[in-house]
């Protein structure tokens, strides 16, 4: 089983700063790596799948980079929304497994 | 436009079996590379993906719980249904369906189960 690792645990911005949230795989995933921000009482919605590509109706300031182990989602200046708990989900190798997550809170 | 809404107990008793039900609309299961698939989160922890099942019947399993998992499809309702045996207060949780092959790109709404006695 592929254990992701996601880093920090919690980060604390401000609104309108950068955000940059880690998410490491025990094996490469090549590129099949999801990004999901997940608010209280809410669902998961997806962010960024196969590593790069933003999902329908998600806004450009979220992007996502890395390949083989280590990837990157990056805010690029923190909405009044986004704060939230976001977390990674491979799906190169069965099973799928997802990241402990990264909460990202206001400073 | 993709929807999805899971249905069942709220209360469980432990060794009793759940049965959950994916209703959705907007998609089709008999439709070439269409996958459903089953994600569970306990009360303030991560999500555990459990189970997915694609067009084809093909059928994959958490190895965690696949001794306890079953997932069905009917294409003619619009379902997909999940069954877990032998349920135990570690398995309270919201359990959520999600259209999708591995990246679940829509989500129910999620439905909140608790083990107990």
């Known amino acids: 089983e592929i254990v992701l690792t996601q880093s920090p645990a919690t980060l604390s911005l401000s609104p309108g700063e950068r955000a940059t949230l880690s998410c490491r795989a025990s094996?490469?995933?090549?590129?099949?790596l999801a990004w999901y921000q997940q608010k209280p009482g809410q669902a998961p919605r997806l962010l960024i799948y196969d590593a790069s590509n933003r999902a329908t109706g998600i806004p450009a300031r979220f992007s996502g980079s890395g390949s083989g182990t280590d990837f990157t989602l990056t805010i690029s200046s923190l909405e009044p929304e986004d704060f939230a708990v976001y977390y990674c989900?491979?799906?190169?190798?069965?099973?799928?497994?997802f990241g402990p997550g990264t909460k990202v809170d206001i400073k | 436009q993709i929807t999805l809404k899971e249905s069942g107990p709220t209360l469980v008793k432990p060794t009793q079996t759940l049965t959950l039900t994916c209703t959705f609309s907007g998609f089709s299961l008999s439709t070439s590379g269409v996958g459903v698939g089953w994600i569970r989160q306990p009360p303030g922890k991560a999500l555990e993906w459990l189970a997915l099942?694609?067009?084809?019947?093909?059928?994959r399993y958490s190895p965690s719980l696949k001794s306890r998992l079953t997932i069905t499809k009917d294409t003619s309702k619009n379902q997909v249904v999940l069954t877990m045996t032998n349920m135990d207060p570690v398995d309270t949780a919201t359990y959520y369906c999600?259209?999708?092959?591995?990246?679940?790109?829509?989500w129910g709404q999620g439905t909140m189960v608790t083990v107990s006695s």
């Open positions: 094996q490469s995933v090549s590129s099949y």
């Open positions: 099942i694609y067009w084809d019947d093909d059928k």
């Open positions: 989900q491979q799906r190169s190798n069965w099973p799928v497994t």
């Open positions: 999600a259209h999708g092959r591995g990246a679940f790109d829509i």
